[in-house]
């Protein structure tokens, strides 16, 4: 779709005119290229859109002579709206899984996480080789697990509950767990319940503890 406007916009600017060719100065229609560039850009590194090369449509345009300048907007203006759009429905999907895979990824070492549209979420080692879940440790699998669910689970909200959430992860992982669910519930529609016997997590957290006794008949 882009190279028939590119193509259009080439035309208008090889052809002969009686105004002098000039370089326009940025107006609002190459800014909101320049901007949506950008953001095309942050879809492909998921595959959720194509890259745009609005940079690219910018410069032709600065070739556009004075007298094809409304013209040639006006068969821009369709097409950069329709792209407006379609950003605009992609920004939450990718808010979303850039906050899973940047998070999850900050927990890894000599491993990546990987999201596709193609592929979907794959793990793989440093030297790009993927690996199954089994290959994972436990305390790795315990966090990718839980993570994705509080993806998913985020948008309808809720209560969300983990018994011992710190089996299987080291004291550093501990420390840094809660904070990393409260990222992730980026819609702020989650409430945590967590049961845990981590000194890790109580110390950091002292204002959200609640203590649980047993209850005896007296």
Same mark, same amino acid.
């Given at each position: 779709m882009q190279?028939?406007?590119?193509?259009? %916009?080439? &035309?208008?600017?090889? &052809?002969?005119?009686? *105004?002098? %060719?000039?370089?326009?100065?940025?107006?609002?229609?190459?800014?909101? /290229?320049?901007?949506?560039?950008? *953001?095309?850009? &942050?879809?492909?590194?998921?595959?959720?859109?194509?890259?745009l090369r609005g940079k690219a449509l910018v410069t032709l345009l600065a070739r556009i002579g004075l007298s094809e300048r409304k013209m040639v907007e006006e068969i821009l203006q369709p097409y950069v709206e329709s792209l407006t759009e379609q950003a605009n429905s992609l920004e939450k999907a990718y808010y979303v899984i850039d906050i899973l895979v940047s998070t999850v990824n900050s927990f890894l070492h000599d491993k @990546?996480?990987?999201f596709?549209?193609?592929?979907?979420?794959?793990?793989?080692?440093?030297?790009?080789?993927? /690996?199954?879940?089994?290959d994972l440790?436990?305390?790795?699998?315990?966090?990718? /697990?839980?993570f994705c669910h509080i993806t998913m689970a985020h948008d309808s909200g809720g209560i969300f509950i983990?018994?011992?959430?710190?089996?299987?992860?080291?004291? @550093?992982?501990? @420390?840094?767990?809660?904070?990393?669910?409260?990222?992730?519930?980026? *819609?702020?529609n989650?409430?945590? %319940?967590? *049961?845990?016997?981590?000194?890790?997590?109580?110390?950091?957290? &002292?204002d959200s503890v609640v203590t649980l006794k047993e209850l005896t008949n007296e």
């Amino acid at each position: 779709m882009q190279s028939i406007y590119e193509d259009l %916009i080439q &035309r208008f600017s090889s &052809r002969e005119s009686d *105004a002098q %060719i000039v370089n326009l100065p940025l107006d609002e229609l190459k800014e909101k /290229l320049l901007s949506l560039s950008d *953001a095309y850009d &942050r879809f492909f590194l998921y595959g959720l859109a194509p890259k745009l090369r609005g940079k690219a449509l910018v410069t032709l345009l600065a070739r556009i002579g004075l007298s094809e300048r409304k013209m040639v907007e006006e068969i821009l203006q369709p097409y950069v709206e329709s792209l407006t759009e379609q950003a605009n429905s992609l920004e939450k999907a990718y808010y979303v899984i850039d906050i899973l895979v940047s998070t999850v990824n900050s927990f890894l070492h000599d491993k @990546r996480l990987e999201f596709s549209v193609g592929e979907g979420l794959v793990v793989r080692s440093k030297l790009g080789d993927v /690996l199954e879940p089994k290959d994972l440790s436990s305390g790795e699998q315990q966090l990718l /697990l839980l993570f994705c669910h509080i993806t998913m689970a985020h948008d309808s909200g809720g209560i969300f509950i983990v018994d011992e959430p710190e089996i299987s992860l080291n004291i @550093r992982w501990q @420390r840094r767990l809660v904070d990393s669910l409260l990222k992730l519930d980026s *819609a702020k529609n989650l409430q945590f %319940i967590l *049961a845990s016997h981590s000194m890790e997590i109580l110390t950091q957290h &002292r204002d959200s503890v609640v203590t649980l006794k047993e209850l005896t008949n007296e």
